[in-house]
Structures are given as C-alpha cells and as structure tokens.
T-cell receptor, first 113, second 115 residues
Framework: AQSVTQLGSHVSVSEGALVLLRCNYS??????LFWYVQYPNQGLQLLLK??????LVKGINGFEAEFKKSETSFHLTKPSAHMSDAAEYFC???????????FGTGTRLQVFP | DAGVIQSPRHEVTEMGQEVTLRCKPI?????LFWYRQTMMRGLELLIY????????DSGMPEDRFSAKMPNASFSTLKIQPSEPRDSAVYFC?????????????FGPGTRLTVL
C-alpha cells in the first residue's frame, strides 16, 4: 500500500524567503514521487518527479526536492519565493507496477510582499 | 500537442438534470483518469481506464455517476440525475503507461454548479 502525508495545509512566506513544503510517503515498494502545482482556476501541472535516479531533483520555476529514504521524505524547496508561486501544491506517490498516483491533501502556499 | 482537452469549461444546471462532461486525452496515452475536486473533500479519484477499459471505479460516489470511454480519444462522465452536492471541479487526466511513465497530465477542468 502507498500513501503520502503533507504536513501543513497552509504555508505563508514573505517574498524572497525560503519555501519549504513537507511531504512524507509510505510505500511497500520503491516509490516514484511527484510534486504537482495548481494555480487558481487551473488543472494540476507537474513540477518535478523522482524515479530512483538522482536523489536531488530539480523542477520548473526554481523548485527542487530531495528524496530521503531514511526519513521517507520528499520535501519541496525553493530558495527565494516569488509572488507568482502562490498556489496549491500536491505531493503524490506511485511505483513501478502502479497505474495511478496517490495524492496528498495539498498545501496552499501564500506569498506576502 | 494540445494537451488534455475538457468540455465544457463551465456548466450550470438545475437539480435533476443530466450532465455530461467530456474529455479528450493526449494522443498515445493508454490511461485516462477522472477526478473530482471540492473544498471539503479535496482531490478524489473517481474512475480510471486503461486502453479504454474501466479498471477501477471504486471512487464513483453512487449509481448516478457513470463513465465511458468508447475509443482512445474520447471519454465522458455522466451524472443523472444531478444534485447540488455534485457541484465541484471535475478533472480529466491521462498518462502514457504505468511505472516510469505514469506521470499524469491534467486538463483544465470543468466547473459544475448544480442549483
């Protein structure tokens, strides 16, 4: 069985500050891990994914995430927040024999000027 | 590629009416997923297809909901009769395959309002 837990349904940061969105996973098989972003009134779009190659994954818009097996974590970070980063972010897990993605409950990021 | 296409983008209907949502997946993708998103329940997987065959419909809320995929380029989600609690944003997504290539590409969604 697979699941993900996103700690913090809302995160607020100032423009220019570090963004850290937390995701912990549970998986009985080697996981594939994803971060998606949803801007207001839009569908979800892929930010980045981990598929067992490099543990540090770089995505679009300056975001990156590090896979830590010992901590079962895949936290999303960005060194300096921009106003345009305000959105909802979803972590998801799947595996090599899995058809579907298991999504977390999402974290809404607010960026203040 | 045009991405996943959904229609209509907005639908307003009255309780008891039939609603049909449409989706065109990305060409060549073997998997198609229907999701519902609400403030209360978040993102829920309703049903998914592989090569036009329904694989898991355990997320379909009740018999009023049905989904079909008559060919590789078209799917429908139907609600009959609709109820106010069906108001939500419905997303369609498609993916190439399972495993390494199972990242999903989402459409823009259909915002359904049932009065």
């Amino acid at each position: 069985a697979q699941s993900v837990t996103q700690l913090g349904s809302h995160v607020s940061v100032s423009e220019g500050a570090l963004v850290l969105l937390r995701c912990n996973y549970s998986s009985s098989v080697p996981p594939y891990l994803f971060w998606y972003v949803q801007y207001p009134n839009q569908g979800l779009q892929l930010l980045l994914k981990y598929t067992s190659a490099a543990t540090l994954v770089k995505g679009i818009n300056g975001f990156e995430a590090e896979f830590k097996k010992s901590e079962t974590s895949f936290h999303l970070t960005k060194p300096s927040a921009h106003m345009s980063d305000a959105a909802e972010y979803f972590c998801a897990v799947s595996g090599v024999f899995t058809d579907k993605l298991i999504f977390g409950t999402g974290t809404r990021l607010q960026v203040f000027p | 590629d045009a991405g996943v296409i959904q229609s209509p983008r907005h639908e307003v209907t009255e309780m008891g009416q039939e609603v049909t949502l449409r989706c065109k997946p990305i060409s060549g993708h073997d998997y198609l997923f229907w999701y519902r998103q609400t403030m209360m329940r978040g993102l829920e997987l309703l049903i998914y297809f592989n090569n036009n065959v329904p694989i898991d419909d355990s997320g379909m809320p009740e018999d009023r909901f049905s989904a079909k995929m008559p060919n590789a380029s078209f799917s429908t989600l139907k609600i009959q009769p609709s109820e106010p609690r069906d108001s939500a944003v419905y997303f369609c997504a498609s993916s190439l395959a399972r495993g390494l290539n199972n990242e999903q590409f989402f459409g823009p969604g259909t915002r359904l309002t049932v009065l």
